[in-house]
């Protein structure tokens, strides 16, 4: 009986072990193709908000890191005119073009949402001008707040011109001013959270390029 159980335990070892070399040598086989199919999903996302780019980078200072940018930006999105501290800066990539500066990413999350967090990428090119918008996580009421995501022409309203800050109008006259934007029916709350967040992203372009910042890369941002 004692046998029995030395000899199971034995085999049950041996199984473990060969079955975690196959898993060990499974993933060292298959971790630099996800990787690089990852960091070509974003580059892709990235270059839907940014087309004039032809490759991103991460800044070189750390205080520009995901884990530190907010925090860097912050005095600045405080004083701001719109006092933005209930939107973070979740990343920053610098586009680049021919290696050359070609504009910004920046993704911002709105923490004053109907439906929670709003999560989006914007991109601005080296002239200021916001090339387009790209929601990665809403939440917000069908019909009404997630027509922000799926109505394109609410997006569609910031893009093409350069502003230093939007400004929501409820009354349809947007269209009067490049810098007004029209909310959208119903939904005031998801619409002011979405210019908000834009306009942090602005301020985030502006203080980046004041501080002419470099990438990892060596370009410049200016």
């Known amino acids: 009986m004692k ?3 030395v000899n199971d335990t034995i085999r049950l070892f041996i199984i473990t072990l060969v079955a975690g070399i196959i898993l060990g040598i499974v993933y ?5 193709p ?4 990852e960091e070509l999903s974003k580059q892709n996302a990235y270059k839907m908000v940014l087309s004039a780019a032809d490759k991103f980078e991460e800044l070189a200072d750390e205080k520009y890191s ?17 006092a933005l501290e ?15 500066y070609a504009g910004l990413v920046v993704t911002v999350i709105a923490h004053d949402g109907y439906g929670g967090d709003i999560k989006y990428a914007v991109g601005i090119d080296k002239d200021g001008i916001l090339q387009g918008i790209s929601f990665l996580a809403i939440s917000e009421t069908a019909g009404l707040g997630m027509r922000a995501k799926q109505d394109p022409s609410f997006a569609a309203q910031f893009t093409g011109v350069s502003v230093d800050r939007y400004v929501l ?3 349809g006259s947007g ?20 210019l908000r967040g834009v306009n942090a992203a602005k301020v985030a372009v502006k203080e980046i390029k004041a501080a002419k910042a470099v990438t990892k890369g060596g370009v410049t941002v200016e």
């Open 169 to 171: 109008v409820k009354d």
């Open 34 to 37: 996800i990787a690089t199919q």
């Open 3 to 5: 046998n029995k159980i």
């Open 28 to 32: 060292n086989l298959t971790k630099a």
């Open 86 to 100: 209930k939107d973070d800066i979740a990343g920053v990539v610098v586009g680049t073009s021919n290696g050359a």
């Open 66 to 82: 995901d884990a530190n940018i907010t925090a860097t930006l912050s005095d600045a999105l405080k004083s701001s005119e719109d």
């Open 175 to 194: 269209s009067n001013s490049d810098s007004t934007i029209d909310a959208i029916s119903g939904s005031t709350v998801t619409s002011k959270a979405v």
